[in-house]
């Protein structure tokens, strides 16, 4: 497994919770690394990515814009999703994924932790 994420749980709306996302094999640094996640019934949708090359640009979906951020530790090789006042609507299992910047899409997957948030 090239990515273990943790974290996932039960949180009550409006509380937080940080995800983790330890990479093993590949380097951080070399990856574009990011979350997307599947909510019971839908889509995967794309929460987010950070560039792992020094830069540390980030991108978001609108729908966790200013809420989430994404960061990546260099010396332990993991990225981390802080998730700020949470919803009942941001349940889902998480995924932690990662992609070399001129691939066109996110070929390594993790195997996904569950949040959930009451309401």
């Known amino acids: 497994v090239q990515l273990q994420a943790s974290g996932g749980g039960l949180v009550q709306a409006g509380g937080s919770l940080r995800l983790s996302c330890a990479a093993r094999?590949?380097?951080?640094?070399?990856?574009?690394m990011g979350w997307f996640r599947q909510a019971p019934g839908s889509e995967r949708e794309f929460v987010g990515h950070?560039?792992?090359?020094?830069?540390?640009?980030?991108t978001y979906a609108d729908s966790v814009k200013g809420r989430f951020t994404i960061s990546i530790d260099y010396a332990k090789n993991m990225v981390g999703l802080q998730m700020n006042s949470l919803k009942p609507e941001d349940t889902a299992v998480y995924y932690c994924?990662?992609?070399?910047?001129?691939?066109?899409?996110?070929?390594?997957w993790g195997q996904g932790t569950l949040v959930t948030v009451s309401s």
């Open positions: 994924v990662a992609r070399r910047a001129f691939s066109a899409s996110y070929n390594v």
């Open positions: 094999v590949l380097s951080v640094r070399n990856y574009r």
């Open positions: 950070i560039t792992g090359t020094g830069s540390d640009d980030t």
